[in-house]
């Protein structure tokens, strides 16, 4: 078994990512929103310039600065090249920067992961 790991850059491709995963069999993804040291530095990540009580205004031009981190067990070590196969048709080639970083690690135990016997 393998843990995938996947922090996304662009979170309006997530649908398009979760899709993905999903035709080559993946069954269930945990979705997080994240962000990265260098978007802390750049300040861009948190909005400590609102007031006490905003307006619609105030929120106009705000970009959303989060990634989304989705992570998932699967079986197989053929099912994580599906998963990376998969998660590149849909971001381009993931050694291109701003696309996302995707890791695995081998997975020795696992308790609370219910599937179905079919």
Do not use: C
Not at 2 to 26: C, H, K, R, S, Y
Not at 27 to 43: C, D, H, N, V, Y
Not at 81 to 104: C, S
């Amino acid at each position: 078994m393998q843990f995938i790991l996947f922090v996304l850059n662009d979170p309006e491709i997530m649908d398009d990512i979760i899709t993905a995963w999903e035709e080559v069999g993946v069954g269930g993804i945990t979705i997080l929103p994240s962000t990265g040291m260098a978007r802390i530095r750049e300040k861009a990540a948190w909005r400590d310039d609102l007031p006490l009580i905003p307006s619609i205004e105030d929120f106009h031009d705000y970009v959303e600065a989060f990634n989304r981190t989705l992570f998932t067990i699967v079986d197989t070590d053929e099912m994580v090249e599906k998963v990376i196969e998969a998660t590149q048709r849909v971001t381009g080639d993931l050694n291109d920067p701003h696309t996302g970083i995707l890791v695995t690690l081998p997975v020795n135990r696992y308790v609370g992961i219910h599937r179905n016997s079919q």
